[in-house]
């Protein structure tokens, strides 16, 4: 398996642009996560779903964040208008029912100027 | 809302020495897990406990939960350069579904 896949794995755009995160999770995971890491706030979750359905999006910063689940084998993240206070490495983590493991992308290097 | 906290935030030494990461709660977590993230990755699973008391060992890193499963230590015997990174702990909760709660690691800087 080639692990959990996101892309781009750097992305930086300019203020008021729209971002979107793209996220494959490992095959036959059913728990999907969107985290956000900074040095100052660390690991923070935004939102997660379970079998495709967001389960708890409590996270997600305000309305200029979205994300979808249309599949079992694809996720996005959307920032709509992009702030520089969105600058962030965003990753995406899958797991198992009744595994508490879960497996990280690489993460996108996000940097909005 | 559940509160891991660990110490130290971030530790420098030099290879060959021992050191102790620890990672505290006032909460009861079902496992604990313990990750480690290389700069540009995102965090490895390296292991989990579920049972108060547990130890675990991984060639020179010993893991142990709290009897109370409120704590838990990861012990790094001879550190080398390789053992570098940023260590997390992470809390599961069964009323919380599948759901983790991060502690906010440590950076370890081993220098050779």
């Known amino acids: 398996d080639a692990g959990v896949i996101q892309s781009p794995r750097h992305e930086v755009t300019e203020m008021g642009q729209e971002v979107t995160l793209r996220c494959k999770p490992i095959?036959?995971?059913?728990?999907l996560f969107w985290y956000r890491q900074t040095m100052m706030r660390g690991l923070e979750l935004l939102i997660y779903?379970?079998?495709?359905?967001?389960?708890?999006d409590s996270g997600m910063p305000e309305d200029r964040f979205s994300a979808k689940m249309p599949n079992a084998s694809f996720s996005t993240l959307k920032i709509q208008p992009s702030e520089p206070r969105d600058s962030a490495v965003y990753f995406c983590?899958?797991?198992?029912?009744?595994?508490?493991?879960?497996?990280f992308g690489s993460g996108t290097r996000l940097t909005v100027v | 809302t559940q509160l891991l906290e660990q110490s130290p935030q971030f530790l420098s030494i030099q290879e060959g020495e021992n050191l102790t990461v620890y990672c505290n709660s006032s909460?009861?977590?079902?496992?604990l897990q313990w990750y480690r993230q290389e700069p540009g990755e995102g965090p490895v699973l390296l292991v989990t406990?579920?049972?108060?008391?547990e130890v675990k060992k991984l060639k020179r890193l010993t893991f142990q939960f709290g009897d109370a499963r409120k704590d838990s230590s990861l012990h790094i015997t001879a550190a080398q350069p390789g053992d570098t990174g940023l260590y997390l702990c992470?809390?599961?909760?069964?009323?919380?579904?599948?759901?983790?709660?991060f502690g906010g690691g440590t950076r370890l800087m081993v220098k050779p």
């Open positions: 095959s036959g995971h059913d728990y």
């Open positions: 779903f379970n079998n495709n359905v967001p389960i708890d």
């Open positions: 983590a899958s797991s198992l029912v009744g595994n508490y493991g879960y497996t």
């Open positions: 909460s009861v977590f079902s496992s």
């Open positions: 992470a809390g599961a909760t069964s009323n919380a579904g599948n759901m983790l709660t």
């Open positions: 406990v579920v049972t108060g008391g």
